[in-house]
């Protein structure tokens, strides 16, 4: 069995800054790509960040240079670090990983955490 545990969500002001963490554990053989992803009320589940594990990363257009995502690959834990919060970036935000587990070392399949809530106002 595997688990993914988001922490570090909360409220922040407009223009603070929040580091989320994301550790997996359990029955895992290796990990692939990690991510987050968000959810804000009455809107679909967006890509925020992801990073291979080889640490290629790739961005949501919208949070292009505020956002940082990397990875401790001993500690199978990805971080996002973000900067220069907005309003707009009020949401649930999702742990996510692609990895295979120790009874099926061969397939790939997706994760997901239970998400922790980041809300940004004054």
């Known amino acids: 069995q595997v688990q993914l545990v988001e922490s570090g969500g909360g409220l922040v002001q407009p223009g603070g800054s929040l580091r989320l963490s994301c550790a997996a554990s359990g029955s895992i053989f290796s990990i692939n790509a990690m991510g987050w992803y968000r959810q804000a009320p009455g809107k679909e589940r967006e890509s925020v960040a992801r990073i291979t594990s080889g640490g290629n990363t790739n961005y949501g257009d919208s949070v292009k240079g505020r956002f940082t995502i990397s990875r401790d690959n001993a500690k199978n834990t990805v971080y996002l670090q973000m900067n220069s919060l907005k309003p707009e970036d009020t949401a649930l935000y999702y742990c996510?990983?692609?990895?295979?587990?120790?009874?099926?070392?061969?397939?790939?399949?997706?994760?997901w955490g239970q998400g922790t809530q980041v809300t940004v106002s004054s």
């Open positions: 996510n990983a692609d990895l295979a587990t120790t009874t099926n070392p061969y397939r790939l399949q997706a994760y």
